[in-house]
């Protein structure tokens, strides 16, 4: 079975740098992904590990260890339109196993 | 728009009726996939495609669920005699089957049994 645990709220300041966390326990594991979601709106892919280490794209960092099951993602200079869902998704068997998402508030 | 497109938005139904969805994924992909959100929730996989063929379904999908990719371009998800608990928003997203967790998701069609 898939276990996939993501806090489920923060709150940060506009320009502030968030870190979202993310463990999993999974029976096998092909990829680590992100993906955001507006409320009302449909997610939208933003990064993957397949390895362990840290990919940077843009503001956008996501970190994997795959000995601990566990990753982050790590939002800098926050801006308002950042304000979202964050969901962690793990790749077993080529098909994805979403967590219930972590929503972010981004206040002035 | 050459994104994943979805039919209808929004579907009421009476429970105990038939309803039947409709995905139109990015055309060069191959893998298609339909998910189920509820509020607060991730989604949760259904059923996958590539091509015409159906690869997998979720043991939590009941028989009343049925989805289908006749020439491998768009997909319909059919829910028989719905329930209450049905009531949910059904997301479709396609993929290139090399690129399986890079999945595009279209706009979803929300579902209410009353």
């Known amino acids: 079975g898939q276990n996939i645990d993501q806090p489920t709220e923060m709150t940060a300041t506009e320009g502030a740098i968030v870190q979202i966390n993310c463990t999993y326990q999974?029976?096998?594991?092909?990829?680590l992904f992100w993906y955001q979601q507006h409320a009302g709106e449909a997610p939208t892919f933003l990064s993957y590990?397949?390895?362990?280490g840290l990919e940077e794209k843009g503001r956008f960092s996501s970190f994997l260890s795959r000995s601990k099951g566990y990753s982050y993602l790590l939002l800098k200079e926050l801006q308002m339109k950042d304000s979202a869902s964050y969901l962690c998704?793990?790749?077993?068997?080529?098909?994805?196993?979403f967590g219930a998402g972590t929503t972010v508030t981004v206040r002035a | 728009d050459t994104g994943v497109s979805q039919n209808p938005r929004h579907k009421i139904t009476k429970r105990g009726q038939n309803v039947t969805f409709r995905c139109d994924p990015i055309?060069?992909?191959?893998?298609l996939y339909w998910y189920r959100q509820t509020l607060g929730q991730g989604p949760e996989f259904l059923t996958y495609f590539q091509n015409e063929a159906q690869l997998e379904k979720s043991r939590l999908l009941s028989d009343r669920f049925s989805a289908e990719r006749p020439k491998g371009s768009f997909s319909t998800l059919e829910i028989q005699r719905t329930e209450q608990g049905d009531s949910a928003m059904y997301l479709c997203?396609?993929?290139?089957?090399?690129?399986?967790?890079?999945?595009?998701f279209g706009p979803g069609t929300r579902l209410t049994v009353t």
């Open positions: 998704a793990v790749m077993n068997d080529y098909k994805l196993s």
């Open positions: 997203a396609s993929s290139l089957a090399d690129r399986v967790g890079e999945q595009y």
């Open positions: 999974t029976s096998g594991f092909n990829g």
């Open positions: 055309s060069e992909h191959n893998r």
């Open positions: 590990n397949v390895l362990d």
